[in-house]
């Protein structure tokens, strides 16, 4: 059964690192791409980073960039969100996803964890 747990959110300060986990409980690590998404209140789910099967192809949301770090974990069948210099604007419930298909859009994922609240703090 598929089932994605995010873990590692919390309250920071802006300037502040948090990571964050998704841990595969099913089989869905083997499916392909991950990718982490963000949902801030009152605004659309949009897109933040994602990391292909062989993690060859990254990819970031233009303000994220140079700031947040996606990686995985084969042998955990856990992906990552580090995220550092956080800021206030990051503020948003955080999902982590996983699908064939194309990694920047939500209609490329099949699978997705239950979110995970990051509130940063100026």
């Known amino acids: 059964q598929v089932h994605l747990v995010e873990s590692g959110g919390g309250l920071v300060q802006a300037g502040g690192s948090l990571r964050l986990s998704c841990a595969d409980s099913?089989?869905?690590?083997?499916?392909?791409?991950m990718g982490w998404f963000r949902q801030a209140p009152g605004k659309e789910r949009e897109f933040v980073a994602a990391i292909s099967w062989s993690g060859g192809v990254i990819y970031y949301q233009e303000s994220v960039k140079g700031r947040f770090t996606i990686s995985r974990d084969y042998a955990k069948n856990t992906a990552y969100l580090q995220m550092n210099s956080l800021k206030p604007e990051d503020t948003a419930v955080y999902s982590c996803?996983?699908?064939?298909?194309?990694?920047?859009?939500?209609?490329?994922?099949?699978?997705w964890g239950q979110g995970t609240q990051v509130t940063v703090s100026s």
């Open positions: 996803a996983a699908g064939r298909g194309p990694l920047r859009v939500e209609s490329g994922y099949d699978y």
């Open positions: 099913g089989r869905t690590f083997s499916i392909g791409g």
